[in-house]
């Protein structure tokens, strides 16, 4: 038998020490016995650290389908727009650009026309990605377009910027992002939810016609509701992650927010199928050109014109109007909601105008290294610039992989055991519905936060998050609108504010369509902004 001996490079760290140290990490304290054994250990662990080392000093790779063109789609007049200015008045914009087809070559796309902001974690090459903190310096600026970016450029869209997110896309509520605390338009002072937060606000204030927001637990569905807005976190898979800076692999989604049903059913078609990069997709995920066309299907064919909904069956979860914090008069809003769609008559759609920190490991899709470079390790310096809802998260994090380590494999069981059974009551109905929040927009913070705001922002999204394990696709729409509950005051005027009620469609995996056809029968009997 031959032995092949492993040539060792100079200034390798490995030595038996090394394997002493890490043998009794992995096991309770365990001491290595055999000396021989050790030194073998120690050979073959100096063999690995080789050669990954070799990897790591190797050009990472970038695949041509998300390099930039900057040829024909080059980056003009980046600037980052002032807090609390004429052009910034609710904090929405991280940057402001102009990013489109130089040539005006594209007449015919989905997006021809449409203005397009991305949430500030969304890639774009040569322009910085803040990801709403300072705790990253000098900051990313990635050397990739993400897939979605591809796409709506492909489709004619104008990108016209990015929009503010809360720090690491890490609150539901929004006043932690460094760009400053980012108001609700429609009531200045209360929170524009997120961590989307930016997204929502430019397009309700009109500063551009649609959004790229991403959503873990509510990012997307939160500010569309407290900002009046509808918008989509699509079915896992659907809309490629790829170049979008991930939480968690298993409860990243990336999707449309825009002020119409219609906007967000043409967004969706231009960015969904499968990109055969981002595992996300599975096996049941369309091809691009499989995916359905949701602009045009709005409209059910082949059913009474002056009733498109009848025959459909719309379950209600009844637990979800029972949260604790449920304000009262949100579920009576709900409830003509479900009985009006219902009776809906036909017509065309209507053109309203306009983690954890680290990188997850075992999966095929595109990592962004850099960014990984760039956040570790975490110093000092880097630490006391994150967030309380980022050191919690990474709190979170270590402690439960090193205490709790199989509680991840039980929450994805018991993940599981929702979609399971939420499966025979959907399989009877064509949608299944829920209220999506318990709170109006409460009043913003300002100026300095600690750990006890991540309570109060926690219940927010109580309805929302389950959706991300279980993966089915839900909407967000807006119902109607009611003031904020006395306790929520801040003066006596207060009473006579119009704050967005949302409620949250929730559908069939894979079934973005009915979710849009529904939404789009409710946007045409309720105008809300006419109450
Ligand atoms: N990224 C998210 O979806 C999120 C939602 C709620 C709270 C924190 C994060």
Redesign the pocket.
């Known amino acids: 038998m031959s032995v092949v001996s492993l040539a060792i490079r100079e200034g390798n760290p490995v030595t038996e020490d090394t394997v002493r140290l890490y043998a009794k990490k992995i096991t309770t304290g365990m001491e290595l016995k055999n000396d021989q054994d050790v030194r073998d250990l120690a050979s073959v662990l100096a063999a690995f650290h080789d050669s990954v080392q070799s990897i790591l000093e190797m050009e990472d790779y970038v695949p041509s389908a998300l390099r930039p063109d900057f040829e024909c789609f080059p980056r003009k007049n980046i600037t980052f727009p002032e807090k609390k200015s004429q052009e910034n008045p609710f904090n929405g914009w991280a940057c402001k650009f102009t990013l489109k087809d130089k040539e005006r070559t594209l007449q015919t796309g989905l997006l021809v026309g449409k203005t397009v902001v991305l949430k500030d974690n969304v890639c774009i090459a040569g322009v910085p990605c803040g990801l709403g903190t300072d705790a990253i310096s000098p900051p990313w600026v990635p050397n990739i377009d993400a897939t979605v970016v591809k796409r709506i450029l492909e489709a004619g869209g104008i990108i016209v910027g990015k929009a503010s997110t809360?720090s690491m896309?890490?609150?539901?509520s929004s006043f932690t992002s460094n760009t400053g605390p980012v108001d609700n338009p429609y009531a200045p002072g209360r929170t524009s939810g997120?961590?989307s937060s930016g997204c929502a606000v430019l397009v309700a204030d009109g500063s551009c016609d649609m959004a790229i927001g991403?959503?873990?637990?509510?990012?997307?569905r939160?500010p569309c509701a407290f900002c009046g807005l509808v918008g989509i976190k699509p079915m896992f898979g659907l809309v490629p992650y790829t170049g979008i800076s991930s939480?968690e692999w298993q409860?990243d989604y990336a999707g449309p927010m825009c002020k119409s049903v219609y906007d967000t059913a043409l967004l969706l078609q231009a960015i969904s199928g499968a990109d055969g990069l981002d595992d996300r997709a599975g096996p049941h995920c369309p091809l691009r050109d499989q995916v359905p066309k949701y602009s045009e299907l709005l409209v059910l064919q082949g059913t009474d014109p002056e009733k498109p909904l009848k025959g459909k069956k719309v379950g209600i979860l009844k637990e979800a109007f029972s949260m604790p914090a449920l304000d009262p008069r949100m579920a009576e809003k709900c409830s003509p909601a479900h009985h009006r769609a219902n009776y809906l008559d036909g017509g065309q759609p209507l053109h309203r105008g306009r983690t954890r920190l680290g990188q997850d490991a075992g999966h095929r899709q595109y990592y962004n290294n850099d960014l990984h470079d760039l956040t570790f390790p975490l110093t000092q310096e880097r630490w006391e610039k994150l967030s309380p809802?980022t050191i919690n998260s990474q709190l979170n994090a270590l402690y439960g992989w090193e205490r709790l380590s199989r509680g991840y494999g039980k929450a994805m069981n018991k993940a599981m055991e929702i979609r399971h059974a939420m499966m025979p009551p959907l399989k009877t109905m064509t949608v299944s519905y829920f209220l999506l929040l318990l709170l109006l927009p409460i009043r913003t913070r300002s100026g300095r936060y600690n750990y006890s705001e991540i309570q109060k922002?926690?219940g927010?999204?109580l309805n929302?998050?389950p959706f991300?394990s279980t993966g089915h696709p839900a909407l967000s729409l807006l119902i109607g609108t009611l003031a904020p509950a006395p306790e929520d005051w801040v003066t006596e005027t207060d009473a006579e504010l119009k704050l967005p009620v949302a409620m949250q469609l929730v559908g069939k995996w894979w079934d973005e369509t009915v979710l849009l056809q529904l939404a789009s029968a409710w946007e045409k009997a309720y105008d809300w902004r006419g109450r």
């Open positions: 809360e896309c890490q609150s539901g997120g961590s991403a959503d873990q637990g509510g990012s997307i939160m939480n409860h809802f922002s926690v927010q999204g929302c998050s991300n």
